[in-house]
């Protein structure tokens, strides 16, 4: 599975954007970007994924690099509840897939009021 | 998360005891993965199955863990002979395009 990488951490204030990048130089053609979060004590929560074009839902916007070797996921007004651990992750979707998800650090987001 | 049920959420067992988690996936899902999250550690994949089958167990250690999927219940992962490292929340999902999850089981093993 292709690797990503992202910051540890980063912070915000309440109420303003966050921006948050992830590289993936190494992606494949059939490689389905995702974005998972986790906050304190929970299970994951899916957020958002996307393949070529950028994608907008309730939660979140997931901006793509038109080489696809990078993308970032926009919260356009972060909330406290936002403060978590969120996930960037590639997800083959290939035949023979298992659709297992291979999960790395994370960046671990502060929301500060 | 809605939907994926997981009990119990907290379990303690003493070393050399066996632990059993349950996974209820959403409705209409026949597909179940399990990850582990030791602490302060990311998440890892174990195993996926679908009913009766275990189709992927990569992730699974080679000893004393086991993982079904019967045609009714739930799913069960199951630990035989408990260590402390094992203690660590085990979460499990279903499957669609996106996995939902269930709130974890946090396993720990004194």
């Known amino acids: 599975d292709a690797k990503t990488t992202q910051p540890n951490s980063m912070e915000s204030n309440e109420e303003e954007p966050v921006h948050l990048p992830c590289n993936h130089s190494?992606?494949?053609?059939?490689?389905?970007i995702h974005w998972y979060r986790q906050l304190p004590s929970q299970g994951p929560e899916y957020v958002i994924h996307?393949?070529?074009s950028n994608v907008n839902n309730r939660m979140a916007s997931l901006a793509i690099a038109e080489d696809r070797k990078s993308s970032t996921l926009i919260l356009h007004r972060a909330t406290l509840r936002d403060a978590a651990v969120y996930y960037c992750?590639?997800?083959?979707?290939?035949?023979?897939?298992?659709?297992?998800?291979?999960f790395g650090q994370g960046t671990t987001l502060q929301v500060k009021p | 998360n809605a939907g994926v049920m997981q009990n119990p959420r907290h379990l303690v067992r003493r070393r050399g005891q066996e632990a059993r988690l349950r996974c209820s996936p959403m409705?209409?899902?026949?597909?179940v993965y399990w990850y582990r999250q030791l602490p302060e550690e990311g998440l890892k994949f174990m195993v996926y199955?679908?009913?009766?089958?275990?189709?992927?167990e990569s992730g699974m250690p080679k000893e004393r863990f086991s993982a079904e999927f019967p045609k009714e219940g739930p799913s069960i992962l199951r630990i035989q002979q408990v260590v402390r490292g094992d203690s660590a929340a085990y979460f499990c999902?279903?499957?669609?395009?996106?996995?939902?999850f269930g709130p974890g089981t946090r396993l720990t093993v004194l």
């Open positions: 992750i590639l997800r083959d979707s290939g035949s023979g897939n298992t659709g297992k998800l291979i």
């Open positions: 199955l679908q009913k009766e089958n275990i189709i992927d």
């Open positions: 999902a279903s499957s669609g395009i996106e996995q939902f």
């Open positions: 996307g393949l070529t």
């Open positions: 190494t992606i494949s053609g059939t490689d389905y």
């Open positions: 409705k209409g899902h026949s597909h």
